[in-house]
């Protein structure tokens, strides 16, 4: 559990940078990419904590386009519902389950 702190503070600021990505991007798959990698990442760090990694990094998305009318951003493909958004669960539960399954080793394929 010694890695919290500074995996909450990669969290938050890749967090930023993935929904600021997505803000500007036309197409979801850098994010998607990169949700994949952070939740994938901090599970590996602290296996632990995973569900809340997998909350985290997916809430990246929602929180941008929350936060963009604040900032003054206007988003260049805004989504039809806040809601749609929550598919950032999808990329988020494949990092989980994949540096999981990787730190626990997988079997040998027979």
Do not use: K
């Not at 990505?21 to 990419?33: G, V």
């Not at 994938?40 to 386009?65: D, E, F, K, M, Q």
């Not at 206007?74 to 539960?93: G, M, N």
């Amino acid at each position: 559990m010694r890695h919290v702190p500074s995996s909450i503070a990669i969290l938050v600021v890749a967090g930023a940078v993935i929904g600021a990505l997505d803000l500007r991007a036309t197409e979801p798959q850098p994010a998607a990419a990169m949700i994949i990698a952070l939740a994938a990442v901090l599970t590996w760090r602290t296996p632990a904590l995973a569900p809340l990694w997998l909350v985290g990094s997916a809430a990246s998305i929602p929180l941008a386009y929350l936060c963009a009318p604040i900032a003054g951003v206007v988003p260049r493909d805004p989504p039809t519902h806040l809601w749609t958004t929550a598919i950032a669960l999808v990329p988020a539960a494949i990092g989980v389950v994949l540096a999981s399954a990787l730190r626990r080793g997988l079997p040998p394929a027979r």
